[in-house]
């Protein structure tokens, strides 16, 4: 028997993430400038009532605004994990951060991870439109083959939002991580650059204004577009 190998692939690398601002109707990506964003993003990330928002991510939450601002500091300073604020595009307030992450140019696969949303960001159109610019932006301007999405595996929100972005879903990573002196299962998802133009489609049908109704509720969901042939 022929022993089987997988079939020729372009080996030229993607490019790196820089950092630049990425402009969408509902939301804008900027580069993370503690200077000009930690102020909001601790007003709207603080206190007993959002320590939530912080369950599953590496770090927080954060008792001092000087401690947070730390952290905001050292995330702005590194290359991967690459961070952008997300801003409203009408008034320009920080909404929430997300990186791209284990960047592997060589192999064009890069991950989109450390997605903090606050409360004025969830479940709105924004928080739809800022995957959909990272992942425009990784599939045709960097020239990325695979996105990845990771998540830990008791994280039913974020494995929803994996699924109705358009990710498919890999399988658990039993014991992968030790997070906050916790084990950490991870659930693995990905999206492949032939996958794209047909989750892009879904994506833009579903963000255009004519998709919501004068309340601001959509009129059909994205899943409801992801299957449309």
């Given at each position: 028997m022929t022993p089987q190998?997988?079939?020729?692939?372009?080996?030229?690398?993607a490019k790196l993430p820089q950092r630049i601002t990425i402009e969408g109707r509902y939301v804008t990506l900027v580069p993370l400038e503690p200077s000009k964003h930690a102020s909001a993003l601790w007003e709207a990330t603080r206190g007993p009532e959002n320590e939530g928002l912080w369950r599953y991510l590496f770090d927080g939450p954060y008792n001092q605004f000087a401690e947070f601002e730390s952290a905001l500091q050292k995330k702005a300073s590194t290359n991967d994990p690459l961070f952008f604020t997300i801003l409203d595009t009408g008034d320009g307030r920080p909404l929430g951060y997300a990186s791209l992450m284990r960047i592997e140019p060589a192999h064009r696969?890069?991950?989109?991870g450390s997605i903090?949303?606050?409360p004025a960001l969830q479940r709105t159109a924004g928080a739809t439109e800022a995957m959909y610019l990272l992942a425009r932006h990784i599939f045709e301007d960097l020239g990325y083959r695979r996105y990845e999405w990771k998540c830990d595996a008791?994280?039913?929100?974020?494995?929803?939002?994996?699924?109705?972005?358009g990710y498919q879903f890999e399988g658990i990573f039993r014991q992968h991580m030790i997070v906050k002196r916790r084990n950490r299962d991870t659930a693995w998802f990905s999206m492949l650059d032939s996958e794209w133009p047909a989750r892009k489609a879904a994506f833009e049908a579903w963000l255009a204004p004519e998709n919501f109704d004068s309340e601001g509720k959509q009129r059909m969901s994205l899943d409801k577009f992801r299957s449309m042939p």
């Open positions: 190998v997988g079939p020729p692939v372009d080996p030229a690398p696969v890069i991950e989109v903090m949303y606050t008791f994280n039913a929100p974020s494995r929803r939002a994996a699924l109705r972005f």
